[in-house]
C-alpha cells in the first residue's frame, strides 16, 4: 500500500509542472503599500505529454500599511503571447486584506475565468501590472486614480438623510393616494341608496344603468340595472321586491325609467364579514331605446321584504306571520275536504 502511494506521488508531481512565478507588484497606499507575491496565470496542469492551461489568476497580497482594507478594487493587466502573437488580458478583481500589529497581515486570492478557457490553449504571460482602483478602509473610501477621499461617516450620514427625505416623500406620496382613494370613494359612495329595513339597512352600491361597450369604432349600448345589495341587518331576506327609479337624459331630454325587480341577500354573523348580493338585469323592452341616454340620480324603494319568519309590507307596514299564515292555509285546506 505504501508504494502504490509513493509512486502516485511521483507521477504527480511529474505531471504538475511547477509554476514560476511573477515578480513582486508593490502599491503605494495611504502610509504603506500593498505587495502582490507569488503572481500567477495560466498555471499548466499536465495530463500525460499534453498539459491543460488554466486560466486562473493567483496571488497573495500582504499588507504593509497600518490598517485593514474592507474592500480593495485593483485593475490587473497581463501580457503574454499565443500562437497568434502578443496578447494582453485585462482584469478588475476585488479582494480584501486585514492588519496585525507584529506581522503583516496577507489574503490569498484565486479565481478562474471560464470565459478565457477555450482561448489560452498555448498561450503564456510574461508581464503583470497592477492598479488600485479604490480602497477602503473603517474610515475613508479613496480613488487610486483621482486621489479622492470620500468621509464614510459623512457619507453614511447624508444617505441616511437621504434615506429620511425619501422616506418623509414617500408617507407624504402614500397619505395623498390615500386621500384621493378616499375621496374617491366618497364619491362613489354618493350614489349608494339606503333602505330602512328592520334593525339595520339594505344597501345599494356601484348602481349603474345604460351599460356601453366600445367595439371598434361602434358603441353599443344595453339597458342594464346593475348594483351590489349589501345585508346590514342581522338577519337573511329570502325575498326583497324593490322599485328602482332612474332619472336620466337623452336627445328628446329629461326622461325617467322605473324598474320593479326581485331579489334576495344572505346573513353572516361574522362582524368582519358582509353578506352581498351582486344583482344585474338587462331589460329587452328597452333596447333600442337608450341610445345616447345617460343614467344621472337613483331612488330605490323596499316594497316588501320576507324573511324565514315575516313578510313584510313597506308601503302599508303590515306584518304578516308566516307561520301562522301555513297554519291558517293548512286549517283552510282541512275544512275544504270535509265539505
Do not use: H
Given at each position: 500500500?505504501?508504494k502504490h502511494n509513493l509512486s502516485w506521488l511521483i507521477i504527480m508531481a ?253 346573513y353572516t354573523k361574522y362582524a368582519i364579514y358582509v353578506a352581498t348580493t ?62
Open positions: 500500500m505504501m511529474m505531471t504538475f509542472a511547477p509554476t514560476l512565478f511573477a515578480a513582486d507588484i508593490t502599491i503605494p497606499l495611504e502610509d504603506g503599500s500593498l505587495v502582490l507575491k507569488d503572481i500567477r496565470f495560466l498555471a499548466p496542469i499536465g495530463f500525460g505529454d499534453t498539459p491543460f492551461y488554466s486560466p486562473g489568476l493567483a496571488f497573495t497580497l500582504v499588507n504593509q500599511t497600518k490598517q485593514a482594507w474592507m474592500k480593495l478594487d485593483l485593475r490587473l493587466t497581463i501580457a503574454g503571447t499565443c500562437a497568434s502573437g502578443p496578447v494582453q488580458w485585462t482584469r478588475d478583481i476585488t479582494t480584501s486584506v486585514g492588519y496585525m500589529n507584529y506581522i503583516a497581515a496577507t489574503t490569498k486570492y484565486s479565481e478562474r475565468f471560464e470565459d478565457l478557457s477555450e482561448k489560452v490553449a498555448g498561450c503564456t504571460a510574461s508581464a503583470f501590472q497592477a492598479k488600485l482602483i479604490s480602497a477602503e478602509n473603517f474610515d475613508w473610501r479613496i480613488s487610486g486614480v483621482t486621489g479622492m477621499r470620500t468621509d464614510l461617516a459623512a457619507e453614511k450620514a447624508a444617505a441616511e438623510r437621504l434615506d429620511e427625505k425619501v422616506r418623509a416623500a414617500r408617507i407624504k406620496l402614500e397619505e395623498e393616494v390615500k386621500k384621493k382613494a378616499a375621496e374617491a370613494e366618497a364619491k362613489r359612495r354618493e350614489r349608494d341608496i339606503t333602505i330602512p329595513l328592520e334593525d339595520g339597512t339594505l344597501v345599494l352600491q356601484d348602481i349603474s344603468f345604460i351599460e356601453t361597450n366600445q367595439i371598434g369604432d361602434t358603441a353599443f349600448t344595453y339597458p342594464q340595472l346593475s348594483f351590489t345589495l349589501v345585508n346590514q341587518t342581522k338577519q337573511a331576506w329570502m325575498k326583497l321586491d324593490l322599485r328602482v327609479t332612474i332619472d336620466g337624459t337623452c336627445a328628446s331630454g329629461p326622461v325617467q325609467w322605473t324598474r320593479d325587480i326581485t331579489t334576495s341577500v344572505d351582486k344583482y344585474s338585469e338587462r331589460f329587452e323592452d328597452l333596447k333600442g331605446k337608450v341610445d345616447g341616454c345617460k343614467a344621472t340620480a337613483y331612488q330605490a324603494k323596499l316594497i316588501s321584504a320576507e324573511n324565514s319568519e315575516w313578510r313584510i309590507n313597506s308601503v302599508t307596514g303590515v306584518r304578516i306571520d308566516k307561520a301562522a299564515e301555513r297554519a291558517a292555509e293548512a286549517k283552510r285546506a282541512e275544512q275544504a275536504r270535509k265539505k
